[in-house]
Structures are given as structure tokens and as C-alpha cells.
């Protein structure tokens, strides 16, 4: 009824839409039908997967028939796929539907010994799978490893330090055995053992129970120290003397033959040689402590000295030449060092505008040398979905709308609205990168938000204009900026409504300070990350409070033992009123309001706050937060951790740094994905009070801090 309104109310509108479902209805009437493939025998998901790959990889699949040729390069790549994944006995059977009707069925193998008969148009084809048992490494036994332990070589094969031994982690196949020993004999070779040699031995396959039992022979030999180093310099000329003192007494291996060039190579790149050819020859000799003594001799050829000529840009029909250009420093006639370029190469793929980004130098052995960049352009604009998930607000979805190359100055702009079960939300973005020619972006954002709080209903919208200098010498990223915003509270029921500030406007000076070295910012296992926040908010930049917020945060990753990690994580934040001497009351979402899957996992968010004697929620002015886990892999996707949460909180700066202290501590179960762990955890309260929770389930995506 709805629709036919709208129908009633523009008729326009419903003869517009007539005549586009009359001519869809003819282009399909016309369309010729495509020969159809399936594939049978993986599961559900399996046998989609299975036939698109095999539809792209073809490529035949437009037209109204698949020829014999087709039919057996599908059912070999199919094979092929299924043997890697341990099923080395797979039974496939193609059932070809011919343009006359007729129905066949032929047994195909990976040898093709049957094959299809020709001529042959199908215009249906059905592979049939049956995948048979799985083979996999039952045991494996190591000859003459003395380099490694048995434990370490063993993960190169089978996957190990998880508590669940599934047959996915013990896969056998010939292909699989042999990229492990790759695998081995490099990482013998990255320690030093230059002439180690891993090969298989006798390898035991019961075709019965599909179990594998397989011997691997390892010659490790000596390991090789660097002792000395020599340069030979074809043209007689100033040789990099220096390099040699720091690369001296380590491993040789490939990963300091391409660092020792790549200094090498550098040195003579400063000094305008781009043709510079580096050899290095390694001389062993047996040293008495049983290692490898390795002198090094490099032999040098520098090459001409070359200038720049012309810097030429091409492909960039929507993007001004000028936004480009200024990112590459090199000009007409310095030398040339490609460095310099590479560089420029690189800023000008982080303008996020341009899908590729080549350079070359012409003519190619002058001694005067153009510099080209040809650029290829990049999408326009983006649509993309959102959604996620999380214990207090629960499903979210929303749509993120992107621009790209706004003004054909590589500028980009992104409108995102999201909503969720409590709290809706609109940002906007307008991105300037490279601002001015250097390293630092530039933005300035609009922003709107209404959430459901545990005890307030928290309205804000504003604006802010901040610059993010990535300061990569010293592996930090600063951002600052200016912000103002108008705060309003509803609904409050909080224990200070009665003195609470119903809104206020904001204006605030903002700092950010992050140094990140974990090894993945999804599923971090080694490494560490730094941050600090700083808010200044005062009348004399516009608004009419006054007050500093302080966040300091950290978290620690490292392995303990194969398959085991430890997390530690501990935030510090406080609300201070320096300058407001006679002015203490703040507004209420600047205070904290602990709780909650990136918090402490007894309580749902906000739970944790201070409480009054009335048992009134109060918003703390100051907390202080450790995070500590204990995951244990159970496979390569799933996890369980055992957690402990400590929380320290003060509702007046008088009791700083806290006053009170909550604990929790609990256990849950991840589940790896391309966007982070998908949690379930549950947290127990060890000191709950009157009015707390005793324990709280919390299910979320996202490592938690």
C-alpha cells in the first residue's frame, strides 16, 4: 500500500520506473545463456568458492558452451587444490550436458590418462568430487639436526604450541613436505650456516589410515662469521671504508649480503653514481672455535658520474602537475641520486589518488638523465558498508562515503554515519596531504554524536582542524589541533545531576603523541605501543570552561613459549582544572566512566565509575587501569585467555591518583579474523560493590587494548 502511494503521489516517478523494467526485461530476453559449471563435493561455501576461482581463472565461461580443453584445465586445477589441502586420492567425475541434451559422465585424474573425447560442447558441466581421506604428519624424525632443537625445527612442519593437534595443522602433501624443508634450510642459513642442506628422507605413507611418517636429513655445517672486509674500487677512487667497521663480526647470510650492498650502493647513490655494481666474494676459512671465519672482499664499479635533466610527470589527466611536483626534491641539474626520486616515487603514492606510480630515468645510460614519473589514476569515490559489534551498544552498521582527488589536488573528503542500538553518529573529513609540499596532512572535521551513557544521554557536535607530522626518525607520530564543541547532558542520573552542567561549548588546544612497534595492530604478539592525549580546554581559545585531560597509555606483547603469549597494557588518565581556580564544575562526558570489553571485563561500560553512598554513579577525575593476558593458541584461528583487570579510580582530584580499587578477572575464547579476534569473554568481579555486578559476559571485535 505504501508503494502504490508513492506511485499515486509521482506518477512520473512510476512511468520512469515502467520503462526501466521493460528494457531490463528485453536485454534479458536477448541475452544468450552461458554455459553453467558447478562444482559438487566441498561443502557448501567450498563449491562456490571452488567455482568462482575456477570461472576467473577459465575465462571462457561468457559464451554458451565449455569445449573438452576447458572442462580438463578445470578438473586439474581442482585436483591440484584438494592434494595441497592433504587429499592425494580424490575421485572426480565430470557430468557434461551436451547441445543436443545428452547427458555423459567421464572419470577424470590428475594424469588425464582418460580423457574427454573431441570435439566436445557443453553447455552444463558438474564436477563431482570425492575428496577421500586426508594425509597427514604423524611423526616426523630429524637426522643430524644439531643447529636447532627438535621443537624449533618440528614448527617449521606441523603447527605446534597448540593445545587442539588438528589434522588442518598436520596437513601432508609432496608439495607442503617440501616447502617446509625450504623453509628449514633458510632459516639454518639466516643463522649463519651458509652451506646448510635440508633434503627428505624416507617418507612412509599408509594409504589406509592416510597417516605419514616422514625422515629429514639435515647438514647444518659451521656456522660463518664475518671477520674482514676489503674493497676493490674498479676506478681507484675513495672507497666507503666505514661501512666495513659496522658490518663486521655478524652472521653471513643473505639478509647482510642485501644490507652491505644496499649501504654500499647508497653511499655511491649521494654521490651521483645511480649505475654503481656491487660483488661481494666471501673467503671461509676454519677458524679454531669451530666457526667460519669470512672475509669479504667487495669489488666496486661506481660507474659514470650523471646529472638530472628534465623531471617529467605523465598520466595525471584530473590531478594538477603542481601538487606533484612538489613532493619530488631533486631538480635539473644535480646529481642524481635515486634516493631522492625513490622518495618523491613514494610521497606520491601516499596522496592516495593514483593506482600505480612508476619511475624511470631516460635515457637510460646518458650522462644526463631525464626523470620520469608516470602515474595512473585511482577511483574516484568509494561507497562501503559498516558494521560491528560490541557488548553495551551491540550491532552497528553504517555507510562510510569517500571522494577522492577533490579539486584535482589529490584532496579527499569521507562522510560516515553509523548507528547502533545506542548511539548515532555522523562524521565528516576533509583530508589535505602533504600540506604545503612537506610530510605533515591536514584536516578538519565535523562531527555529531547522541549516545545512551549508563547514566546520562551524552549530545555533542563540533568542529576540528588538527595536522599530523609523522616524525619517522624517531618512529612517533604527533598530531595537533584546535577543536570546539558543544557538550550537552540529558537524562542525567548521575548522583551530581543537581550541580551537573547541562551543556557547555568547548574550545581546546589537542596534542597526540603515538609510537607503535607491534608486530600487527589486529593481533599484536611481540612488540609495544605508546600513546598520549592531551586536551586544554580554556575560555581564552573561545569556549567557556576551563579544564586539561590527560591519557597516557601502553601495551606489551611478547611470545612465551610456542603458541603462548603475554599482554600487558596500563592507561592513566586525569581531569585537571589549573587556571579555573573558582570554577571546578566540568562538564559531564569530560570525566571517565571506566567498564567494558577495552576496559575492565567485569562490568559493561560506564559500570565501573565511582558510586556514591546512594549508589549513584559519579564520573571519576582520575583512574588508573592494568591489563594482563595469558592467551594460549588452541589452533591457528582459535585462542583462550586467562585475564586479570585492576582498576584504581578517584572522583576527586584530592584522592589522586585513586581512592578505589576495583579487580576483576576472568577467562574467554577468540576467534581469529582479517579485522581482529571476535571475543567472548567473561569477567569476575573479585570485590564487587553493593550495587555491582558479580561477573559480566561481554562479546566484541577488536584486540582490547
Known amino acids: 500500500m505504501k508503494s502504490n502511494s508513492i506511485f499515486r503521489s509521482n506518477p512520473r516517478v512510476g512511468a520512469r520506473l515502467a520503462k526501466l523494467l521493460f528494457a531490463c526485461a528485453i536485454l534479458f530476453a536477448a541475452r544468450l545463456p552461458a554455459a553453467e559449471l558447478h562444482v559438487n563435493g566441498l561443502g557448501w561455501f567450498g563449491n562456490r568458492t571452488a567455482e568462482q576461482r575456477l570461472k576467473l581463472l577459465l575465462g571462457e565461461l561468457g559464451s554458451d558452451t565449455i569445449d573438452a580443453n576447458a572442462i580438463e584445465d578445470a578438473a586439474l586445477v581442482l585436483i591440484s587444490s584438494v592434494s595441497d589441502e592433504g587429499y592425494l586420492e580424490p575421485r572426480l567425475t565430470a557430468k557434461v550436458t551436451t547441445k543436443d541434451g545428452g547427458v555423459a559422465e567421464y572419470a577424470l585424474d590428475a594424469t588425464l590418462e582418460h580423457s574427454l573425447p573431441r570435439p566436445l560442447e557443453a553447455t552444463g558441466v558438474t564436477l563431482q568430487l570425492d575428496r577421500g581421506k586426508r594425509f597427514t604428519l604423524q611423526e616426523i624424525a630429524f637426522e643430524g639436526l644439531l643447529a636447532l632443537t627438535e621443537k624449533e625445527a618440528r614448527e617449521f612442519f606441523v603447527g605446534q604450541g597448540l593445545l587442539l593437534s588438528l589434522a588442518s595443522e598436520r596437513i601432508y602433501s609432496p608439495g607442503r613436505l617440501q616447502r617446509a624443508i625450504n623453509n628449514l634450510e633458510e632459516a639454518l642459513r639466516q643463522e649463519g650456516y651458509a652451506q646448510a642442506e635440508v633434503i627428505a628422507g624416507k617418507v612412509d605413507i599408509d594409504r589406509t589410515t592416510g597417516k605419514v611418517r616422514a625422515e629429514i636429513n639435515v647438514k647444518a655445517g659451521r656456522q660463518w662469521f664475518v671477520t674482514a672486509m676489503n674493497f676493490f674500487v674498479s676506478d681507484r677512487s675513495e672507497a666507503p671504508g666505514k661501512i666495513a667497521e659496522s658490518h663486521l663480526g655478524e652472521h653471513w647470510t643473505a639478509l647482510w649480503r642485501q644490507d652491505t650492498v644496499t649501504a654500499i650502493r647508497r653511499w655511491y647513490f649521494a654521490r651521483g653514481h645511480p649505475d654503481v655494481q656491487v660483488k661481494l666474494t666471501p673467503r671461509a676459512t676454519d677458524a679454531a672455535d669451530g666457526t667460519e671465519a669470512v672475509s669479504v672482499l667487495a669489488e666496486i664499479t661506481p660507474g659514470p658520474m650523471v646529472r638530472v635533466g628534465d623531471v617529467r610527470i605523465t598520466g595525471n589527466t584530473h590531478t594538477r602537475e603542481k601538487t606533484i611536483r612538489r613532493l619530488v626534491s631533486g631538480k635539473p641539474g644535480d646529481l642524481l641520486n635515486p634516493i631522492l626520486f625513490d622518495n618523491g616515487q613514494a610521497r606520491i603514492s601516499r596522496l592516495g589518488v593514483f593506482r600505480t606510480v612508476d619511475l624511470n630515468y631516460e635515457p637510460p645510460d646518458a650522462g644526463v638523465r631525464d626523470v620520469h614519473y608516470t602515474v595512473v589514476e585511482g577511483k574516484r569515490r568509494e561507497l562501503s558498508l559498516l558494521a560491528g559489534y560490541g557488548s553495551y551498544e551491540q550491532l552497528r552498521g553504517g555507510i562510510e562515503w569517500q571522494h577522492f582527488n577533490l579539486f584535482d589536488r589529490a584532496h579527499t573528503d569521507s562522510l560516515k554515519l553509523i548507528q547502533s542500538m545506542k548511539s548515532s553518529q555522523g562524521d565528516y573529513v576533509y583530508t589535505v596531504p602533504e600540506l604545503f609540499g612537506t ?166 561500560r560506564g559500570e565501573a565509575a565511582p558510586r556514591a553512598p546512594t549508589g549513584e554513579f559519579v564520573g571519576a577525575k582520575s583512574y588508573v587501569m592494568f591489563n594482563l593476558e595469558l592467551e594460549q593458541a588452541l589452533t591457528k584461528k582459535w585462542s583462550v585467555v586467562a585475564f586479570g583487570d585492576a582498576l584504581g579510580e578517584a572522583a576527586r582530584l584530592s584522592d589522586y591518583p585513586f581512592s578505589q580499587k576495583l579487580y576483576s578477572v576472568g577467562l574467554g575464547v577468540r576467534y581469529q579474523t582479517i579485522i581482529g579476534p571476535v571475543r567472548l569473554e567473561y569477567g569476575h568481579n573479585l570485590n564487587p560493590r553493593a550495587s555491582d555486578p558479580s561477573g559480566t559476559l561481554l562479546f566484541s571485535i577488536g584486540f582490547p587494548f
Do not use: M
Not at 579544564?547 to 597516557?552: A, K, L, R
Not at 569530560?590 to 567498564?595: D, H, M, R, T
Open 439 to 604: 610530510t605533515t596532512d591536514g584536516s578538519v572535521r565535523l562531527f555529531g554524536l547522541n549516545r545512551e551513557e549508563r547514566s546520562f544521554r551524552r549530545e555533542e557536535y563540533g568542529a576540528n582542524v588538527s595536522v599530523l607530522w609523522p616524525l619517522r626518525r624517531i618512529g612517533l607520530s604527533l598530531t595537533t589541533g584546535y577543536t570546539f564543541k558543544h557538550l550537552r547532558n540529558a537524562d542525567n542520573e548521575l548522583a551530581t545531576k543537581a550541580t551537573d552542567p547541562n551543556k557547555a561549548d568547548v574550545a581546546s588546544f589537542d596534542i597526540g603523541l603515538v609510537r607503535d612497534r607491534r608486530d600487527n595492530p589486529l593481533r599484536p604478539t611481540k612488540g609495544y605501543k605508546l600513546s598520549a592525549q592531551v586536551e586544554a580546554a580554556n575560555r581564552a581559545l573561545g569556549g567557556a570552561v576551563v579544564y586539561q585531560q590527560f591519557v597516557f597509555s601502553a601495551s606489551y606483547h611478547t611470545p612465551w613459549g610456542t603458541g603462548r603469549w603475554i599482554h600487558a597494557g596500563v592507561s592513566h588518565g586525569v581531569v585537571t582544572t589549573f587556571g579555573a581556580p573558582n570554577d571546578k564544575t566540568l562538564p559531564v562526558s569530560v570525566l571517565f566512566y571506566p567498564g567494558g570489553e577495552g576496559s575492565i571485563r567485569g562490568y559493561q
